[in-house]
Nanobody, 119 residues
Framework: QVQLVESGGRLVQAGDSLRLSCAAS????????MGWFRRAPGKEREVVAQ????????YYADSVKGRFTISRDNAKNTMYLQMNSLKPEDTAVYYC????????????WGQGTQVTVSS
């Protein structure tokens, strides 16, 4: 089992920056990748960014490329999402997730943290 707890979401203005954190605990050694996802009101959940734990490779959705940065602190088992130049369309509940073992899909999810960007 892996437990994930997000934090850092809040109300900000367009153009502001915000950093989300995702603290992992439990069987963190089994994690192969972690990712940030978001669900905006009335929309499907979408992937924002992903980080492959062993290689450090990253992936970003086109909508956030150049503005968001995913990173990690191995010592703290924590993943971050630095969000710059925030736009109202970034408003969503942001979730972190972990992909473990032989799974091909993300199998552990946090509870989500709300990010609201006002115009």
């Amino acid at each position: 089992q892996v437990q994930l707890v997000e934090s850092g979401g809040r109300l900000v203005q367009a153009g502001d920056s915000l950093r989300l954190s995702c603290a992992a605990s439990g069987r963190t050694f089994s994690m192969n990748a972690m990712g940030w996802f978001r669900r905006a009101p009335g929309k499907e959940r979408e992937v924002v960014a992903q980080l492959w734990w062993r290689t450090g490779s990253t992936y970003y959705a086109d909508s956030v490329k150049g503005r968001f940065t995913i990173s990690r602190d191995n010592a703290k088992n924590t993943m971050y999402l630095q969000m710059n130049s925030l736009k109202p369309e970034d408003t969503a509940v942001y979730y972190c997730a972990a992909l473990t073992g032989a799974s091909s899909t993300y199998d552990y999810w946090g509870q989500g943290t709300q990010v609201t960007v006002s115009s």
